[in-house]
């Protein structure tokens, strides 16, 4: 079965910081997702990857799938408070659009 | 972008009672839900998929006869908690996409479900 590791688990930034977090599959990843979590609430879709060497933007967040298509980083430019949660990679594992998920990257951004 | 509303968003019920969830897609029409569970500062599991008109999966290890899901329509499924007790107390979250092209789940905010 598909599984996907998140590194690192927690990470803390000063606030204006770049960052990134990687997600590695043990398969190849036909579709790769990103999520964003608040403490106690549900998750926020952030971007959806499916090619090799696809790459997406959307504010200050950019995410990309390598070529092999076995690891996905998000980036973070410029880190802003309201970034700080929890980022959950997923992917497509297992048929009937079942989604199997990284652990989760605790982010914390300082002020 | 797609809405999915969970209902009720906070529960605190007795033991042995039995206690039921609703998840709504408001804006398009969910051919399949997702319910998963998510232990605190753990990833989610998912428990079971919920297609339209048919009966959910459950993934191994889940009992169906504790967790009822219902999804009688394209924009409505339930999970109903049967004789709840303390270590069913957990954070319950469903999720809901459609058919067709790779789409992604679209979550629903959650339920914090206490059983004392």
């Known amino acids: 079965s598909q599984e996907l590791e998140q590194s690192p688990q927690s990470l803390i930034v000063q606030e204006g910081k770049n960052l990134t977090i990687n997600c590695t599959s043990s398969?190849?990843?036909?579709?790769l997702y990103w999520y964003k979590q608040k403490y106690g609430e549900g998750l926020i879709f952030l971007m959806m990857?499916?090619?090799?060497?696809e790459e997406k933007s959307h504010e200050k967040i950019t995410a990309k799938l390598d070529e092999k298509k076995q690891q996905s980083s998000l980036h973070i430019t410029a880190s802003q408070p309201s970034h700080a949660g929890i980022y959950l990679c997923?992917?497509?594992?297992?048929?009937?659009?079942?989604?199997?998920f990284g652990q989760g990257t605790r982010l914390t951004i300082n002020p | 972008g797609a809405v999915v509303s969970q209902h009720p968003s906070w529960v605190i019920c007795k033991s042995g009672t039995s206690v039921k969830i609703e998840c709504r897609s408001l804006?398009?029409?969910?051919?399949?839900m997702f319910w998963y569970r998510q232990f605190p500062k753990q990833s989610l599991m998912l428990m079971a998929t919920?297609?339209?008109?048919?009966?959910?999966?459950?993934e191994q290890g889940v009992e169906k006869d504790k967790f009822l899901i219902n999804h009688a329509s394209l924009t409505l499924s339930t999970l109903t908690v049967t004789s709840a007790h303390p270590e069913d107390s957990s954070f319950y979250i469903c999720?809901?996409?459609?058919?067709?092209?790779?789409?992604?789940?679209?979550f629903g905010d959650g339920t914090r479900l206490s059983i004392l």
């Open positions: 398969k190849t990843l036909y579709g």
């Open positions: 919920s297609n339209e008109g048919s009966k959910a999966t459950y």
């Open positions: 999720s809901a996409s459609w058919r067709g092209r790779q789409q992604p789940q679209h």
């Open positions: 997923g992917a497509d594992g297992g048929g009937a659009q079942k989604l199997v």
């Open positions: 804006d398009f029409q969910a051919t399949t």
């Open positions: 990857l499916q090619k090799g060497g």
